[in-house]
């Protein structure tokens, strides 16, 4: 579940003395297991309401809630545990060029501590079930874009986690691998995990109902 | 529905049901050797840092040499000056008066005193040729020939240094009046805050190195994070850690910092013992007077038994310092991350 209330979200701007306002009042809800469109053209917000959902930045007005979690007021060291649960597919993938397609899917699961022989069955499984079964081993620089995004639609999946935020995940793959894309997604969704997908693709989302949020200027607008 | 039915509609092969997949609590931990998540053996080089941290070991070691030898400098000059004495008789020859065997002379009745007390370890009435020797350089050479009525020079070492001096002085002058009794304590002394200075000035380049090593791993440190900044953007919004994100670069910092003490106590190691042999005279002297003290070597080496111990003990300092360092300037980093 994410509830946001009043939150406002301004970044630090070099050379200026007051900060540059991204978000401005933004307040809504999505309940566990709800899917939700996150619309808006290049600059709306939709990638800084994303990274306020995925922890990398906290709020500096209002109120943001994840997972059960405060996150205004929550500690610290809390937060990483918060991590865990929550997948993310970024809009550039941010796989790790060192690592195989492999490691870069076990990342989470190793993260998290779990036990080497179930990371091997798990992710030589999940990595089958994206397609790149024949590329466990593939360094993200010698994959298409496609298979990338696919890498990082596995990473993001791999905890089964219960938030699921995904920056316009189908951005590299053709018409038909994102349909398919987007029939997982809401799976995913009706099994449990809340999803929130950000795109620019109206069509897309048009095509596959589910309430929307859209977002002009950094203000959620009707 | 279930997951297989999406199955049959993709192209991807979903598994029999991929979100189902268990994750058992077991925390076994394993992680695949050389498994190296954040991409520390290209941010964290192993070229620059080791070589720093050698050559901070390499001085590290002269600089504990240093100390070791002032030390035992220190030690020698207390206590073999300390227990130098020296005693002076004048009119030598002639016939001590009072108790004893009849017809000695004045320098037979101190020396058998002398030789007789406990507290003396050695007196040696210097020969007419070694008088001669001490007293060239002020009176020439053949001082005889100048006819001065010189006194007769007993150099005397003590067992027990300072404490039956005065006593040894009142009994001398009692058997031959006139007699000098002088103790080498101000050049003992002087000596020996000369040898406590260079024993302050090494371990204040101990320190200064110990500081240097320490600001060299942080700022390599520093480099291999702003190196691997995305990486660890990455892995701490998948849910590391500051502890998972500290312990990956102190690994590598102290293998780098082992690598590096180890090397720079090995290159150490013939420049101590050519040192040691330069300045071998001064340890023999310090080994008889010493005994078998911390700054004794062990037989058939010239470096003390303490140096030897530190050798090795270098690549675990530089291993604690990579360590510690690592982690505390890692986790100050990691706090501007939420």
């Given at each position: 579940m994410v509830r946001f209330e009043h939150v406002g979200l301004s970044y630090p701007a070099p050379g200026r003395r007051s900060a540059a306002a991204v978000l401005h009042d933004v307040s809504f809800r999505v309940p566990e297991g709800g899917f939700r469109w996150l619309l808006g053209t290049s600059g709306a917000g939709k990638t800084s309401l994303l990274r306020l959902m995925y922890l990398a930045i906290r709020p500096t007005e209002g109120r943001l809630s994840v997972l059960e979690t405060d996150i205004t007021s929550a500690r610290r060291g809390m937060l990483a545990n918060l991590r865990r649960r929550i997948g993310v597919v970024f809009q550039d993938f941010r796989l790790l060029p060192h690592l195989s397609a492999f490691d870069n899917v076990a990342l989470p699961l190793r993260i998290a501590g779990r036990s080497e022989g179930q990371i091997r069955a798990d992710v030589a499984e999940m990595l089958r079930w994206v397609g790149l079964a024949g590329k466990l081993e593939s360094p993200p620089e010698t994959l298409s874009g496609g298979e990338q995004q696919r890498v990082a639609i596995a990473r993001a999946v791999i905890t089964r986690p219960r938030l699921l935020l995904a920056d316009e995940p189908t951005g590299n793959l053709d018409e038909a691998q994102a349909e398919r894309l987007m029939r997982l997604l809401q799976e995913l969704s009706r099994l449990g995990t809340t999803v929130v997908v950000a795109t620019h693709n109206e069509a897309l989302a048009s095509r596959h109902g589910a309430p929307a949020l859209r977002l002009e200027h950094g203000r959620l607008v009707p | 529905m279930a997951i297989n039915a999406v199955a049959s509609t993709h192209r991807f092969p979903i598994p029999r049901n991929p979100m189902l997949i268990r994750h058992p609590m077991g925390r076994s931990r394993l992680r695949p050797p050389g498994f190296d998540d954040l991409?520390?053996?290209?941010?964290?080089?192993?070229?620059?840092?080791?070589?720093?941290?050698?050559?901070?070991?390499?001085?590290?070691?002269?600089?504990?040499?240093?100390?070791?030898?002032?030390?035992?400098?220190?030690?020698?000059?207390?206590?073999?000056?300390?227990?130098?004495?020296?005693?002076?008789?004048?009119?030598?020859?002639?016939?001590?008066?009072?108790?004893?065997?009849?017809?000695?002379?004045?320098?037979?009745?101190v020396l058998a005193l002398l030789r007789a007390d406990p507290a003396v370890a050695r007196a040696h009435a210097l020969t007419a040729a070694e008088l001669d020797a001490l007293l060239r350089p002020w009176l020439g050479r053949d001082s005889g020939r100048l006819a001065l009525p010189l006194p007769a020079v007993i150099a005397v070492s003590l067992a027990r240094p300072t404490a039956t001096l005065q006593r040894l002085g009142k009994s001398l002058r009692e058997a031959a009046p006139g007699t000098l009794v002088e103790s080498h304590g101000v050049w003992v002394r002087r000596l020996t805050v000369l040898a406590q200075s260079l024993q302050a000035s090494a371990a204040i380049a101990l320190l200064v190195v110990t500081a240097v090593a320490i600001a060299v791993v942080a700022v390599g440190t520093h480099a291999g994070l702003a190196a691997s900044r995305e990486a660890i953007e990455i892995v701490h919004v998948l849910g590391a850690t500051d502890d998972y994100i500290a312990a990956r670069f102190a690994a590598r910092a102290t293998r780098l910092a082992v690598l590096g003490g180890g090397a720079g106590a090995l290159a150490a190691l013939p420049v101590l013992l050519t040192l040691a042999g330069l300045a071998a005279p001064f340890g023999r002297l310090d080994t008889a007077a010493a005994g078998s003290g911390p700054a004794a070597g062990f037989p058939g080496t010239a470096l003390p038994t303490l140096l030897w111990l530190a050798l090795p003990l270098l690549p675990l300092g530089a291993a604690a310092i990579g360590y510690l360092t690592a982690q505390v300037t890692v986790r100050h980093w990691l706090r501007r991350l939420p």
């Open positions: - | 991409g520390l053996e290209r941010a964290l080089s192993d070229r620059l840092l080791p070589f720093l941290v050698a050559a901070m070991a390499f001085l590290a070691a002269l600089a504990f040499g240093g100390f070791l030898a002032a030390a035992g400098l220190a030690r020698h000059w207390q206590q073999g000056a300390e227990a130098a004495v020296t005693v002076q008789v004048p009119d030598p020859s002639a016939v001590a008066a009072g108790g004893g065997v009849a017809g000695t002379t004045r320098l037979g009745r």
